[in-house]
């Protein structure tokens, strides 16, 4: 059986309109995994329920921003993988491709943690996710009634949210991964690139007959004066 | 992103008058005077109220001024001095830091004037809850303040220790 979609061809994506949203998700973390917003856009698959959906991405994040602190080209000082880093500490990774979503994530010292799903084809989005931070101090946390580390349950964070996010195009996506054990994808989707503050990972999977034993993929580093 | 100046950053957001701001203050802190009558506990609510506001103002302090992250304890004080504290961003104080000990976990803030007067505890606490966020667990005192007769309001802020962040859900669940 094989987990990694090589071999099938994933439908490409629908060309996006002019008009409606491009984010099909967005999450809100704090330093202690509590979701404090979740707000969907268009997701036409839910594969679990809401709480192992939170769990499942902030476990995910947690791995990958270690992973790229670890693999950093450029810091001299890293720790062994594994070991909990300070919030800040370390290069952070800002993005990851697939061939149907893209995922930026935005973590502030504080350890506030942003994270917006896009279409693929999504430019940088750093200014963004800067913006909707902003959009956060001014309606929640100024907010004399909220109190931190609760899920977040602003009526204006929400509408400035879908106002601002009105100006992107609309698409659908969906994930399914396991934390844990690796990256274990649905046949249809493929990690393409993880894009951190230093360098970008390229995945790419060979294609190989299924009785080859030593089929294994191999991540390329690229450094951003190459591309 | 560079991160703004201080001056940038106070013409972007809005600012209270001084004198109000004081007048407010000092109403509070008779109110609690008159609630709680002993001075010890009055503090201890200023503290908490400084807490308080301390653990909401870090995220809009790191959301205007762009900052990503301070490595260690040094550059964090000097943060906070120069653009906490310093006019023109929060509070509009003058503020220096000084006096670092050998192994760089504990320093002095000297203010030359406070608009908070006397009962400066909201202080403290503040930047005890600020930092708190930013994931370093310290311990502020005055050490020298014009009510008892000092020349000049000075805060010891010493680092107790830097909170790595955990993964928070245990492996079985």
Redesign the interface.
């Known amino acids: 059986m094989q987990f990694f979609g090589g071999s099938e061809i994933s439908p490409s994506p629908p060309v996006p309109t002019a008009t409606g949203n491009n984010a099909h998700m967005m999450y809100v973390f704090n ?3 509590v979701c404090l917003l979740y707000k969907e856009w268009n997701r036409p698959l839910h594969t679990l329920n809401p709480q192992q959906d939170h ?1 499942l991405m ?2 995910l994040l ?1 791995s990958l921003k270690s992973l790229t602190a670890k693999m950093d080209p450029i810091n001299a000082d890293k720790g062994n993988l594994g ?7 370390g290069c952070s990774f800002h993005s990851f491709r697939t061939n149907t979503y893209k995922l930026s994530f935005m973590e ?5 943690k942003i994270i917006l799903v896009t279409h693929p084809k999504t430019g940088d989005l750093r200014e963004s996710l ?1 913006y909707i ?2 959009l ?2 001014e309606y929640v ?2 907010n004399p009634i909220y109190s ?1 580390g609760s899920p977040i349950k602003s009526e204006l964070f929400n509408t400035a949210l879908d106002q601002y996010d009105c100006r992107y195009i609309r698409f659908w996506s969906s994930v399914a991964i396991a934390p ?1 054990q690796g990256f274990i994808y649905r046949r249809r989707y493929t990690l393409r690139a993880i894009e951190s503050q230093h360098c970008v990972f390229h995945y790419l999977r060979g294609e190989s007959s299924q009785r080859d034993v030593s089929n294994c993929p191999y991540p390329r580093m690229i450094f951003p004066h190459e591309i | 992103m560079a991160p703004r100046s201080g001056d940038a950053i106070f013409s972007s957001i809005d600012r209270v008058n001084a004198e109000l701001f004081t007048l407010t203050y000092g109403a509070i802190v008779r109110q609690l005077l008159t609630d709680l009558e002993e001075v010890e506990e009055v503090n201890k609510q200023l503290d908490q109220m400084g807490y308080n506001i301390g653990i909401r103002l870090i995220d809009e302090f790191l959301a205007k001024s762009g900052v990503s992250r301070c490595v260690d304890f040094k550059e964090t004080a000097d943060m906070i001095a120069k653009v906490l504290l310093f006019p023109p961003m929060f509070l509009g104080v003058t503020a220096s830091v000084s006096s670092w000990d050998a192994d760089g976990t504990c320093c002095s803030i000297v203010l030359e004037d406070s608009p908070l007067l006397y009962y400066c505890n909201v202080l403290s606490g503040f930047i005890r809850g600020a930092l708190e966020m930013v994931s370093m667990k310290t311990e502020v005192t005055w050490t020298r303040d014009v009510l008892r007769g000092d020349d000049a309001y000075e805060l010891q802020v010493k680092l107790l220790k830097q909170v790595a962040e955990e993964y928070p859900y245990k492996d079985d669940e």
């Open positions: 330093r202690n995994g769990k902030f476990g947690f070991v909990p880093q300070l919030p800040g500490q502030t010292p504080s350890g506030i800067k931070y902003g956060y101090v946390v100024k931190p844990r």
